[in-house]
């Protein structure tokens, strides 16, 4: 009986041993933000209204409550520890209309 014990307690602990010492067989891609590319920030133009804004690029990430007039786009696509892609494009407003654009370009799909 106590052999038996013995055995199953031994298998146990190197099972746990082993699984954890294993290596990752699958990372599953993970898209963060508002994914913009080079095309959506092509029609912006300046004057454009907040709403033709919205439209094209959808509702920004990040909406500040002290500045109103200053959205922020956020795009991140990685794989564990692996980042694919990261752009930040931030737009300037006055008076409810697009100013000016600044930021990352999306790199050129291929």
Not at 33 to 59: A, C, F, H, P
């Amino acid at each position: 009986m106590p052999k038996s014990i013995n055995r199953c307690l031994f298998l146990v602990t190197l099972l746990v041993t082993v699984s954890c010492s294993m290596p990752k067989l699958f990372q599953v891609v993970i898209n963060q933000g508002n994914l913009i590319d080079r095309e959506m920030l092509s029609k912006l133009e300046v004057g454009m209204t907040e709403s033709q804004v919205k439209y094209i690029l959808g509702t920004p990430l990040i909406s500040d409550t002290f500045t109103p007039e200053r959205w922020d786009y956020y795009t991140s696509i990685s794989q564990g520890s692996n980042v694919f892609r990261e752009i930040k494009v931030t737009l300037f407003f006055d008076a409810g209309e697009l100013v000016k654009w600044e930021g990352d370009l999306p790199p050129e799909e291929s």
